[in-house]
T-cell receptor, first 114, second 109 residues
Framework: ETGVTQTPRHLVMGMTNKKSLKCEQH?????MYWYKQSAKKPLELMFV???????ENNSVPSRFSPECPNSSHLFLHLHTLQPEDSALYLC?????????????FGPGTRLLVL | GQNIDQPTEMTATEGAIVQINCTYQ??????LFWYQQHAGEAPTFLSY??LDGLEEKGRFSSFLSRSKGYSYLLLKELQMKDSASYLC??????????WGAGTKLIIKP
């Protein structure tokens, strides 16, 4: 248990569906992240929020829409996804400061797009 | 471009020692992390190196050589529960984490 929870753990959706992934951190951190993890590939950083402000958007398609209502909650809204978007979506949080800063991950949502 | 290289898969025997290597080419360096990820679970933090040398933490140790762009994770007295993927990540000059693809470690009895 890392202090970061994600729901749902598994999701199957069609290309025309709209769904949302939820992440909550109980660590008092000020930064939250969305990553995509595909088999045998490095983690891909999608979005970063620092004090609820989006500070990174790594050229992610607009069919992925993040939302950070407060420093403890992070959502990823999904719309009109493609089969190649099937992957494990990981949320992480950290206390951002220069120097040693460790990211703590949630268990992920395994997404399958049909 | 920035790159992290690690072996895709390694196999070792229970009770033995295994060394997982990581080489990196990044724009700047502000620390190197090792994470462990069991199948279907969250990556969990193992170690952090920012200065050259060996950091020991129980059965796990991590080594860093900044001049060589090289690190390794050493696992001693292997147990079956050590079967997992091990992820190497480097923080670059912009404090962004650059990730390797991970090394899947298989432990055999």
């Amino acid at each position: 248990e890392t202090g970061v929870t994600q729901t749902p753990r598994h999701l199957v959706m069609g290309m025309t569906n709209k769904k949302s992934l939820k992440c909550e951190q109980h660590l008092g951190h000020n930064a939250m992240y969305w990553y995509k993890q595909s088999a045998k590939k490095p983690l891909e950083l999608m979005f970063v929020y620092n004090f609820k402000e989006q500070t990174e958007n790594n050229s992610v398609p607009s069919r992925f829409s993040p939302e950070c209502p407060n420093s403890s909650h992070l959502f990823l809204h999904l719309h009109t996804l493609q089969p190649e978007d099937s992957a494990l979506y990981l949320c992480a949080s950290s206390q951002q400061r220069e120097g040693h800063e460790t990211q703590y991950f949630g268990p992920g949502t395994r997404l399958l797009v049909l | 471009g920035q790159n992290i290289d690690q072996p895709t898969e390694m196999t070792a025997t229970e009770g033995a020692i295994v060394q997982i290597n990581c080489t990196y080419q990044t724009s700047g360096f502000n620390g190197l992390f090792w994470y462990q990820q069991h199948a279907g679970e969250a990556p969990t933090f193992l170690s952090y190196n920012v200065l050259d040398g060996l950091e020991e933490k129980g059965r796990f140790s991590s080594f860093l050589s900044r001049s060589k762009g090289y690190s390794y994770l050493l696992l001693k007295e292997l147990q079956m529960k050590d079967s997992a993927s091990y992820l190497c990540a480097v923080r670059d000059s912009n404090y962004q984490l650059i990730w390797g693809a991970g090394t899947k470690l298989i432990i055999k009895p």
